[in-house]
T-cell receptor, first 113, second 113 residues
Framework: SQQGEEDPQALSIQEGENATMNCSYK?????LQWYRQNSGRGLVHLIL?????REKHSGRLRVTLDTSKKSSSLLITASRAADTASYFC?????????????FGKGMKLTVNP | ETGVTQSPTHLIKTRGQQVTLRCSSQ?????VSWYQQALGQGPQFIFQ???????GRGNFPPRFSGLQFPNYSSELNVNALELDDSALYLC????????????FGPGTRLTVT
């Protein structure tokens, strides 16, 4: 089952513009993570925000978390063509003895040169 | 790039056949998780192996099985392949089963015809 849901599902912007993508989730979490995936290949971990944090920065990335609304946003500033990829939010959930990641369906970002 | 490798990169099988996918975890990691990613979807948790034992399983039938070896590399086996098994299969390794430590490999794309 999908936990998070990214919005919009696809976004096309020009290089240099900012890109914002949103994620909503359903259950209580202790952290939320954002991943990037290039051309259907492996996932690259971008940033993790804990439930007691409201905002976090990493380079050109800014993530916010609103646990009261069960939502998060990822902002990529000054986008580059190399940022073209699919972006996923993911939340951990305990299942049996393991902690699995539950991913949203993803958002496809296209940055045009 | 992470130190997680997967083989093969691509695979084409016929319905009803069996397939084995392989994953070498990052050095020092003792846990491997497997995910299935259908086209246009987010990854879905199949199962996790910790110290050679299955440590949690998602909603996948028993024809999906796995192994973890003493060097912590892992195999995913799928019997009686169905068309819907066509997907990208991702493995992720970690030290322990905390999800925020997971490092993903590049994936194996399986096509069932």
């Amino acid at each position: 089952s999908q936990q998070g849901e990214e919005d919009p599902q696809a976004l096309s912007i020009q290089e240099g513009e900012n890109a914002t993508m949103n994620c909503s989730y359903k259950t209580s979490i202790n952290n939320l993570q954002w991943y990037r995936q290039n051309s259907g290949r492996g996932l690259v971990h971008l940033i993790l925000i804990r439930s007691n944090e409201r905002e976090k920065h990493s380079g050109r990335l800014r993530v916010t978390l609103d646990t009261s609304k069960k939502s998060s946003s990822l902002l990529i500033t000054a986008s580059r063509a190399a940022d073209t990829a699919s972006y996923f939010c993911a939340t951990p959930r305990t299942q049996g003895g393991s902690e699995k990641l539950v991913f949203g369906k993803g958002m496809k970002l296209t940055v045009n040169p | 790039e992470t130190g997680v490798t997967q083989s093969p990169t691509h695979l084409i099988k016929t319905r009803g056949q069996q397939v084995t996918l392989r994953c070498s975890s990052q050095s020092g990691h003792n846990t491997v998780s497997w995910y299935q990613q259908a086209l246009g979807q987010g990854p879905q948790f199949i199962f996790q192996y910790y110290r050679e034992e299955e440590n949690g399983r998602g909603n996948f039938p028993p024809r999906f099985s796995g192994l973890q070896f003493p060097n912590y590399s892992s195999e995913l086996n799928v019997n009686a392949l169905e068309l819907d098994d066509s997907a990208l299969y991702l493995c992720a390794s970690s030290w322990g089963f905390a999800s925020y430590e997971q490092y993903f490999g590049p994936g194996t794309r399986l096509t069932v015809t």
